[in-house]
């Protein structure tokens, strides 16, 4: 009987200590693609700016006197000022971070914004 518990801790021990671990985050859900070759403001940008710029960026007066609330007043902006926009968006201290108090956005969504201004930013 007793040999037959350490059998079963031996096992379980491997088992543990080898079963479900993974330190690579593409091995566990796959490679993440980003497809930046046909960017639009309605399928790629406009959901990040309403969830990381619009909540301070909007309405009457919005911080900083800038709106980034919708298409036009984005592209007017960006036109106006893409390395501002883009290097506060990168954190690459020619701007103030943003969003203030946020995360900075992801890898994928800096290459979309840049590619969305490089491809004529289309709605």
């Known amino acids: 009987m007793i040999k037959l518990n350490r059998i079963a801790l ?3 021990a491997i088992t543990f200590f080898t079963g479900c671990y993974y ?3 593409d091995l566990l859900y796959g490679e993440t693609v980003c497809d930046t070759a046909l960017v639009s403001y309605a399928t790629s940008i406009n959901p990040v700016m309403v969830s990381q710029c619009v909540s301070c960026h909007s309405g009457s007066f919005p911080s900083a006197g800038i709106n980034l609330e919708n298409y036009t007043a984005v592209k007017a902006y960006a036109t106006a000022n893409k390395a501002k926009l ?3 968006i990168k954190w690459d201290g020619t701007a103030s971070n943003m969003p203030k ?3 900075q956005w992801s890898a994928c969504q800096l290459n ?3 590619a969305w201004i490089n491809q004529g930013m289309k709605q």
């Open 10 to 12: 031996v096992v379980s």
């Open 86 to 88: 883009v290097g506060s």
């Open 23 to 25: 330190d690579k985050t």
């Open 101 to 103: 108090g946020g995360s």
């Open 112 to 114: 979309t914004l840049s």
